[in-house]
């Protein structure tokens, strides 16, 4: 049986993907040096995370975009995990982005199935001020519509009133409130502490940072001794998740709107959606401007922000890099959104890239 569990439970959208490729690309020396980064679970597929194998766990109870029928067939991806794990003699490394979302019963499930009473928790965290604009992007590349604006009022509903311990308590009998859940970042290591030695948070630096700033603290934070390199692999920007401007998700948005609400989360219009991020989108020289928090809206987050710190601050986390990296930066850019010529013309590269397809297919 694993020593040691080393469980990163995200946060998404906080850099997890690209740490989870690079890990992924390590697991083999890791491996010889006595560390188990699992990729084979369940088949002859590898995976570089084990988000979907707590799906089979746990269920759509616990993820509620998740459909049924494929939280079971994940089941045996969960019972190979687990059994990797308990078959380890040394250190294992389990990492799945959307962990931070499941309630506390959940969580102590999960940590009950892997089993390793040495367990410690890693959580990555970015600022709302990024958070919130990254979220929204994701929820349009998954077929919705909502305007920004819209988007800020639904969490602010959610987050609700109350202090700290009444909100943290409303969250979590919630299954819905799977935002906030894993957002929050001070209540979330409250959720998590009772379950673990040490409860690890990661800050995600801003732009401007040193070169593999991130790497470099997730390396303290998983703590093996030298055994990772300081320089990591490069890693394709494919593999990671692409960004996108403001007028790129309004212009998918606009797709969106257009399509039966049924058919824009189907499959085949998720692979398109796709296509037109890479292929129309990310080669453009000038892609527009980011996606900012409204300039109505910053206080509220701000102040959000600053909440959700002091509850970190009482708490029992370690802490790797600056709390300020978890407070909504005064100097981003904020406004009220993209002028037209910058939709114009992500919506007219969308239309070439289009035009083209259909050319090809005629």
């Known amino acids: 049986m694993a020593d040691r569990l080393l469980l990163h439970i995200g946060t998404q959208k906080s850099g997890t993907t690209y740490l989870q490729r690079v890990m992924s690309q390590l697991s083999g020396s890791l491996k010889r040096d ?39 067939a994940c089941e045996g991806s969960w019972e190979g995990l687990t059994r990797k794990v308990r078959e380890w003699d040394g250190t294992a490394i389990v990492s799945g982005e959307a962990i931070s979302v499941i309630t506390s019963g959940a969580a102590e499930r999960l940590v009950g199935s892997l089993g390793i009473a040495n367990t410690h928790v890693i959580i990555t965290a970015r600022d709302l001020g990024r958070v919130l604009p990254s979220s929204w992007q994701q929820h349009i590349r998954n077929g919705r519509s909502t305007p920004f604006a819209r988007y800020l009022t ?14 943290a308590a409303r969250w979590d009998a919630d299954p ?14 409250d959720r998590w502490a009772p379950l673990a030695r040490t409860v690890t948070v990661v800050t995600v630096p801003r732009r401007g940072a040193a070169p593999h700033e991130l790497w470099h603290r997730f390396s303290r934070a998983l703590d093996l001794g030298g055994l ?5 692999p490069q890693i394709d920007d494919l593999e990671a998740n692409v960004g996108l401007t403001e007028p790129e998700v309004l212009v998918l948005a606009g797709l969106n709107r257009r399509i039966d609400p049924v058919k824009a989360d189907d499959s085949e219009v998720r692979r398109l959606r796709g296509r037109i991020v890479r292929e129309a989108f990310v080669p453009r020289a000038d892609r527009g401007s980011p996606v900012s928090i409204p300039r109505t809206w910053l206080p509220h987050v701000t102040a959000w922000a600053q909440q959700d ?5 009482s708490s029992s986390a370690l802490l790797v890099g600056p709390e300020s990296d978890l407070l909504v930066d005064p100097d981003a850019p904020s406004g009220d ?13 969308a239309m070439a890239y289009l035009a083209n397809v259909c050319t090809r297919g005629a």
């Open 34 to 72: 006595g560390v188990l980064y699992p990729l084979r679970l369940h088949g002859r597929r590898e995976v570089y995370n084990h988000e979907a194998a707590a799906y089979g766990l746990l269920g759509n109870t616990s993820f509620p975009w998740v459909a049924e029928s494929k939280a079971r």
């Open 154 to 167: 639904q969490q602010a509903e959610r987050r609700g009133d109350g202090d700290a311990a009444q909100r």
């Open 176 to 189: 819905e409130q799977t935002f906030w859940r894993a957002y929050a970042i001070g209540t979330l290591v």
């Open 228 to 232: 990772l390199p300081e320089i990591p």
């Open 309 to 313: 710190a002091d509850v970190l601050r």
């Open 337 to 349: 959104g993209p002028d037209a010529d910058e939709v114009a013309r992500a919506a007219g590269a």
